[in-house]
């Protein structure tokens, strides 16, 4: 292994890189052959390390804060050392503005050098060792902390770093494959860094778990499972008044059933969701979905199910050959703007089926009226397309597949939870907002007067 590493990490005085201080406007760093023309020869001077005080400079025009942040990014191969020098680079910086250059009469100075000792900084996942600069008060106070080194040390910068490198499906096993290589580098063994990960998922779990959503309007809420061996994570999935998705909890349970169902929605309504609105609820077909949705939101639930989960329900009761004319079928139906002739639409689809296998005529039936929810609410262009399916949070139950797809033991059910926010919180983090966006209030408008016009018949039928 060490010798692997000496091949793909050359050693840093080979590269002679200089740090020009102060840092103004960004840091500037030089290589010190790169003023040197063709044939030159270093003199005896040059060899012995002396540097030259000119020459091609590479600027990085960042500020301290975005430069720190550059060096918790994931750094590859070489870059680890210069993240290194770069390291070294902010802490002699906060050492010169304190105490001023080195050897500088300065009666007023507030600071002073105190030597160096050994120190660790985290980088790309790394911890690695660092000569940090030592200052203490010049009225005899004691030392003084370095700013810089408790950013570069933070304890929170290696699980994070971690949590990203495993959550694009990188195996713990195959860590010191994958993350940055550098000969100063130590700690990067298999155990530690799945403890490593189980704290940050820990936290993030937490974190999703106390989300609270107070003074926010979800104006649907997509609810579908994904199956972690043998057991099944129920998600949801809100979208605002302005067509922003968050991911806004998950329940586990051994199936997807109304009891689990209903124990996530309640846990949301707890939590700050407003149950008193009308909200769409856009569901895969699942009956204790649909079971659960009605008991927890009542009156205010108007529920959407998925036409893709129910062409694929019908499908499989349908020989091969009469499959085209399905198809073609239920896409007329489902294209349809006017409520009433699409239902018509898919009622004579349903009589087509009889001939062909009554089961599947039964499969369309079974919740015709609420696939055609979004028809009625007149949702149009790309909202509909949305609306219409479950794709949303199907797609970001596939990022949850992806960051599992190495996982071949699941030791006990936390770790099946945690693995599942990983993926989830990965997914949110690319989440856009939905299209046809802008047609969100119009479709707040129809659901309310839809939720009014139900509850208007239902005191007709009392009366």
């Avoid at 370095?146 to 770093?161: G, H, I, V």
């Avoid at 494959?177 to 704290?199: I, K, L, P, Y």
Wanted: charged share 30%; with cysteine.
């Amino acid at each position: 292994m060490k010798s692997d590493l000496k091949e793909a990490v050359p050693p840093v005085r080979s590269l002679d890189w200089t740090c020009v201080y102060p840092m103004r406007g960004g840091t500037a760093l030089k290589r010190a052959y790169a003023k040197r023309g063709a044939g030159h020869k270093r003199k005896p001077s040059e060899r012995r390390g002396a540097r030259p005080d000119t020459g091609r400079e590479v600027q990085l025009p960042l500020d301290r804060e975005e430069l720190l942040g550059l060096m918790q990014d994931s750094l590859q191969g070489l870059a680890v050392e210069l993240g290194l020098l770069v390291a070294s680079a902010l802490l002699e910086d906060e050492v010169t503005r304190l105490c001023g250059a080195r050897y500088e009469r300065r009666p007023e100075r507030t600071h002073t050098r105190y030597g160096r000792q050994g120190g660790v900084v985290t980088l790309g996942g790394q911890k690695l060792p660092v000569a940090r600069p030592r200052v203490r008060r010049a009225d005899g106070g004691g030392e003084v902390a370095l700013e810089t080194y408790a950013k570069l040390q933070s304890p929170e910068a290696m699980p994070q770093a971690v949590l990203r490198r495993m959550v694009r499906g990188v195996s713990t096993r195959e860590y010191e494959h994958v993350v940055d290589m550098a000969r100063e580098g130590f700690g990067v063994d298999r155990s530690s860094v799945s403890r490593q990960f189980v704290r940050a998922s820990a936290a993030d779990v937490r974190a999703l778990a106390e989300r609270r959503f107070e003074g926010e309007h979800f104006a649907v809420i997509m609810i579908d499972g994904v199956g972690y061996a043998g057991e099944t994570m129920v998600v949801a999935l809100g979208i605002t008044e302005g067509g922003t998705k968050k991911v806004l909890g998950l329940r586990q349970g051994a199936t997807e059933n109304a009891e689990v169902c209903a124990a996530l929605l309640e846990d949301l309504r707890g939590r700050g969701l407003d149950a008193g609105r009308p909200t769409l609820f856009v569901l895969d077909g699942a009956k204790a979905l649909h079971a659960a949705v009605t008991r927890v939101w009542g009156k205010n639930a108007v529920i959407q199910r998925c036409q893709i989960h129910k062409k694929r329900n019908i499908t499989a009761h349908v020989p091969e050959k009469h499959r085209p004319e399905l198809d073609r079928r239920l896409a007329e139906a489902y294209r349809e703007t006017d409520h009433a002739t699409a239902k018509a639409s898919l009622e004579g689809t349903a009589r087509w089926l009889e001939r062909v296998n009554p089961d599947a005529a039964s499969s369309l039936r079974e919740g015709l009226v609420e696939t055609l929810t979004v028809v009625r609410l007149g949702v149009a262009g790309a909202l509909r397309r949305t609306l219409a399916t479950t794709n949303p949070i199907e797609s970001a139950l596939s990022v949850t597949r992806r960051v599992t797809s190495r996982v071949t033991r699941w030791r006990d059910g936390d770790m099946r939870r945690r693995w599942c926010v990983a993926g989830l919180l990965r997914a949110e983090a690319k989440f856009r907002r939905v299209k046809g966006h802008r047609e969100m209030p119009a479709l707040l408008k129809a659901l309310e007067a839809l939720v009014g016009e139900r509850a208007a018949g239902n005191e007709r039928d009392v009366a």
